[in-house]
């Protein structure tokens, strides 16, 4: 079974701020897809990020970067000098090669940046 | 925008009444998929199609149905609606590599701008 843990219900930061949102997976995969998706305000999915499991290099996209260590199944995302913009509900999501192609989701964390 | 539409983009509708959600996946994509968030379950997957065919089952209640047209666009179908049916529903697309039977899913799945359903 795929299990996705996001345990920040809740973030709230001030402007400029850096923050990081935790993701802890479980998975008895050997292969196997990280993923985080945007929930902004407006209510679409947008997708950010995807990590396969053999490739543990860790990513930046200009204020975004993504931490992912398998030792400890977390795929935690930082961003830095957070913006009101940045306001949204992020999920970490992952999908085992035994799975199918269905995405297994967190709860999300629900991210507020305060001017 | 990520090339996945749906329509409508808000459904109000009573108890007990049927639906039907429209996706069109981003041009190319053989496989669509379907899921509802809600508050108390969170996002949970529930079909998907590849190629006009059934790929995978997940949550998915007797009550809903789905297909994909040759077109690939495809359509769930929700009826005998209640309460507790009401829910963000996304559908999602992802390309392939290779073609035929020796073609492979892509991981990353577009999604579209949901359909936002209200059962009263």
């Known amino acids: 079974a795929q299990k996705v843990t996001q345990a920040q219900t809740e973030i709230s930061v001030v402007e400029k701020e850096d923050v990081t949102l935790d993701c802890v997976y479980e998975t008895r995969d050997t292969t196997y897809y990280l993923f985080w998706y945007k929930q902004p305000p407006s209510g679409e999915l947008v997708f950010l990020i995807r990590r396969n499991s053999f490739d543990e290099q860790n990513e930046i996209s200009g204020r975004y970067s993504w931490n992912f260590q398998k030792s400890t199944s977390s795929f935690n995302f930082t961003i830095t000098a957070s913006q009101v913009v940045d306001s949204a509900v992020y999920f970490c999501a992952l999908r085992g090669e035994t799975s199918g192609s269905r995405l297994t989701f967190g709860e999300g964390t629900q991210l507020t940046v305060n001017p | 925008d990520s090339g996945v539409t749906q329509t409508p983009k808000h459904l109000i509708t009573a108890t007990g009444q049927r639906v039907t959600l429209r996706c069109s996946p981003r041009s190319g994509d053989l496989s669509v998929y379907w899921y509802q968030q809600s508050l108390d379950q969170g996002l949970q997957f529930l079909i998907q199609y590849y190629n006009g065919e059934e790929r995978a089952k997940g949550n998915i209640l007797e009550r809903f149905s789905a297909q994909q047209f040759p077109d690939l666009h495809s359509e769930l179908n929700l009826s005998s609606l209640e309460l507790g049916d009401s829910a963000l529903y996304f559908c999602?697309?992802?390309?392939?590599?290779?073609?035929?039977?020796?073609?492979?899913?892509?991981?990353?799945?577009?999604f579209g701008p949901g359909t936002r359903l209200t059962v009263l």
């Open positions: 999602a697309s992802s390309a392939q590599r290779g073609m035929g039977g020796e073609a492979f899913v892509l991981a990353t799945q577009y």
